[in-house]
Nanobody, 124 residues
Framework: QVRLVESGGGLVQAGGSLRLSCAAS????????MGWFRQAPGKEREFVSA????????YYADSVKGRFTISRDNAKSTLYLQMNSLKPEDTAVYYC?????????????????WGQGTQVTVSS
């Protein structure tokens, strides 16, 4: 069992930055690839970014590539998402998730554990 708790969301103006964190507890963090997903009101959940167990491989949705950076600190059992140049269309609840796979995935069904989410609101 892995427990995931996101933090760092909030209200920011367009062009601003936020850094999301996801603290993991339970089983060994480094055994899981990690991902970030988001869901805006009235829309389906979508993939944002993923990172392999070691942190050596990163994956991004085209919509955030060049603006967002995923990272992890296995010693601290924490996942991060640095979000720069935020746009109103980035407004959503952001979820972190853990997958037993070695590499990250854009497919939500490959993740076994999910956090409760943190709200990110970008004003224009």
């Amino acid at each position: 069992q892995v427990r995931l708790v996101e933090s760092g969301g909030g209200l920011v103006q367009a062009g601003g930055s936020l850094r999301l964190s996801c603290a993991a507890s339970g089983r060994t963090f480094s055994l899981y690839a990690m991902g970030w997903f988001r869901q805006a009101p009235g829309k389906e959940r979508e993939f944002v970014s993923a990172i392999s167990r070691s942190g050596g491989s990163e994956y991004y949705a085209d919509s955030v590539k060049g603006r967002f950076t995923i990272s992890r600190d296995n010693a601290k059992s924490t996942l991060y998402l640095q979000m720069n140049s935020l746009k109103p269309e980035d407004t959503a609840v952001y979820y972190c998730a853990a997958s037993p796979a070695n590499s990250g995935s854009s497919r939500g069904y490959q993740y076994d554990y999910w956090g409760q989410g943190t709200q990110v609101t970008v004003s224009s």
